[in-house]
């Protein structure tokens, strides 16, 4: 496997950071629950996905991504294993309470509801002690996909933590069963497919486990 240059993210990529992830689930499920409107679903996703990447790279997560001029073109980040997760008082000072007036009124319960959801299939398929890492956001630039690109930064990722975790156990959530078959390529299995939301834009998430043998 060919060694990729990935670095953490930093500060000065959290604007492109932020407009790479909103393109990307620009149309995914999830993400057209939270912002429903067409027309400033990229604005409002820029902004949300924006706040929740600072908030949680400030409370401990892992990130990576691939970088050219300071413009990412590909990235993703890991809750570390038993991490406290992030409470509602860093969320607010980060700026959950700015959710109603920069997405509208109904926005903050559909912000609330979909990362519950996601939890609860998490804690019921995952437990409440085990230790695991949580992929999020793993994105590539369009133009940069369908190449292996993808598979190869994970299979990097593995790699890296199998050497400071022996027997890890990771996780993640998705809502395209394209990319239920990408992971499933990678080792993933699906513990979980039940919807999130209310109709008529209630959408399937598949929540998917794989543990990193020991050497």
């Not at 604007?15 to 499920?29: C, E, G, H, I, R």
Request: proline content about 4%; charged content about 20%; aromatic content about 8%.
């Amino acid at each position: 496997m060919k060694h990729l240059n990935l670095s953490s993210i930093l500060p000065h990529h959290y604007p492109s950071a932020a407009k790479l992830v909103a393109t990307s689930f620009y149309d995914n499920p999830a993400h057209i629950y939270l912002c429903p409107n067409d027309a400033t679903r990229q604005a409002q996703l820029e902004w949300l996905l924006g706040i929740n990447l600072r908030i949680q790279l400030k409370h401990g997560a892992e990130s990576f991504c691939m970088a050219e001029n300071g413009q990412t073109k590909a990235m993703g980040f890991w809750t570390k294993p038993n991490q406290i997760k992030v409470g509602l008082i860093p969320q607010i000072q980060g700026g959950l309470l700015k959710v109603p007036f920069k997405m509208g009124f109904s926005a903050l319960s559909r912000v609330m509801e979909v990362s519950g959801g996601i939890a609860e299939h998490l804690t019921r398929t995952m437990g409440e002690t085990q230790p695991y890492r949580y992929l999020n956001n793993m994105v590539i630039q369009e133009n940069m996909r369908g190449k292996g690109l993808g598979a190869s930064i994970l299979q990097q990722q593995f790699a890296t933590i199998q050497a400071k975790e022996k027997g890890a156990i990771l996780a993640l959530s998705t809502q395209r069963y394209r990319t239920v078959r990408f992971y499933e390529g990678l080792g993933f299995e699906v513990l979980l497919e039940e919807k999130i939301g209310k109709e008529p834009l209630a959408f399937l998430n598949w929540t998917m486990r794989k543990e990193l043998l020991v050497l």
